[in-house]
């Protein structure tokens, strides 16, 4: 049955070890609604975004280029909404350059929006600096500035006890010989000047990134961090001590990961890799080539947006559901709207077409879908 259905899709899915359930309803394309303003320009790929809600208005930030991979014709656009119907351009962000991670964070009544920006060579990683902007519920977006993390990509800005943290991983030589693994955890208190948390870096695992993390009610910190070529690592530190975080390793890659809480629960959100676990393609003489070999395995294979559920006992995730989606996908941004009710927005290519891998998907035009998850 295609996705183009006028009522709601009701996915009552049964979450292990307790009765609330969850369903969503039809996912709708933002960047073919012709909702968003003239002023956005849509290209062929549209990408890493990001979701918030600042003073009742929506906004998202999100990511257009010629394709997923670096561009001098990249535009990272933000506009708001206060019924998600209705679209206002707010600003854009082109530098002639790669931009990506667009991330917001909200810190003593203002908004702030972290990226950084990249290179132009289509199939180079150059991560050269992270910007912020912000703006207050009245005045407009100020010009950009660095926040002096050189090299680093963000991952995610959380607030905990008036205090911003970033995760944030080294991005420069991150696909040869030369990088030297070091994803971190910053904070501030002014959303501009970020420090380390501690002297050493959280992990320094080979080729550790993506370090997303969220706060539990008590405090208390869980983290998914992906291992690109053997899998990830699910994540715990304890709410005295956040600097010192406990790993249990997983064949499984969670690409792209969000975190969110409901009530006591914490749920992911990041792309799943069909054809099972990454770390199968081994090659127990050489390291970096079964690391290789799993990455060609992971490009050819097929990929979609799914949701879990973290088990902050063990450090495991259970498989919910898998959204439509296909090929290139995820990046997900989230926000609530009341108790039992949230907007997700993720990435993918056309979910009604051709089930792509991800190789195809990455070459592929790729659009903006949201829904509302109901709780």
């Known amino acids: 049955m295609r996705h183009k259905l006028t009522t709601i899709i009701f996915c009552f899915l049964t979450v292990i070890g307790f009765s609330q359930q969850i369903k969503f309803d039809e996912w709708q394309n933002l960047t073919t609604s012709g909702k968003l303003p003239a002023k956005c320009?849509?290209?062929?790929?549209?990408?890493n975004l990001d979701l918030v809600k600042f003073h009742d208005k929506f906004y998202l930030a999100f990511r257009t280029a010629p394709t997923h991979f670096a561009s001098k014709k990249a535009t990272m656009y933000v506009v708001s909404s206060t019924d998600l119907e209705s679209w206002t351009f707010e600003t854009e962000i082109k530098l002639g350059c790669d931009v990506r991670e667009p991330r917001f964070a909200i810190y003593h009544d203002t908004l702030n929006l972290y990226f950084f920006r990249g290179g132009t060579r289509t199939f180079r990683f150059e991560p050269k600096e992270i910007f912020v902007l912000r703006k207050s519920e009245k005045s407009t977006w100020t010009e950009k500035q660095s926040v002096n993390l050189d090299g680093f990509v963000p991952w995610r800005v959380r607030e905990r006890k008036d205090t911003l943290y970033l995760s944030a991983y080294y991005g420069k030589n991150l696909y040869n010989s030369k990088h030297k693994s070091n994803l971190r955890l910053f904070w501030s208190t002014d959303a501009l000047a970020l420090k380390p948390i501690s002297e050493e870096p959280q992990i320094d695992i080979l080729s550790a990134e993506e370090g997303e993390f969220i706060f539990?009610?008590?405090?208390?910190?869980?983290?998914?961090?992906?291992?690109?070529?053997?899998?990830?690592?699910?994540?715990?530190?304890?709410k005295n001590s956040l600097h010192n975080w406990e790993k249990k390793r997983s064949k499984t890659k969670y690409?792209?990961?969000?975190?969110?809480?409901?009530?006591?629960?914490?749920?992911?959100?990041s792309?799943?890799?069909?054809?099972?676990e990454i770390d199968k393609v081994k090659n127990r003489r050489n390291e970096k080539q079964g690391r290789i070999n799993n990455l060609i395995r992971y490009s050819i294979t097929k990929k979609v947006t799914a949701l879990f559920k973290l088990n902050k006992t063990d450090l495991t995730l259970s498989h919910i559901t898998d959204f439509p989606s296909t090929g290139d996908c995820s990046y997900a941004g989230i926000s609530k709207v009341n108790d039992d009710n949230y907007v997700l927005?993720?990435?993918s290519n056309n979910i009604?077409?051709?089930?792509?891998?991800?190789?195809?998907?990455?070459?592929?035009?790729?659009?903006?879908?949201?829904?509302?998850?109901?709780?």
């Open 216 to 238: 539990d009610k008590e405090g208390n910190m869980f983290s998914t961090v992906r291992l690109e070529g053997t899998g990830s690592l699910v994540c715990k530190a304890d």
């Open 352 to 375: 009604n077409g051709r089930k792509k891998n991800w190789i195809s998907g990455q070459l592929g035009k790729t659009y903006i879908y949201w829904t509302k998850l109901h709780f």
């Open 41 to 47: 320009i849509i290209q062929h790929s549209n990408n």
């Open 271 to 276: 792309r799943r890799n069909i054809d099972g």
């Open 345 to 347: 927005m993720n990435y």
């Open 255 to 269: 690409d792209s990961a969000l975190l969110f809480d409901h009530n006591q629960d914490i749920y992911l959100v």
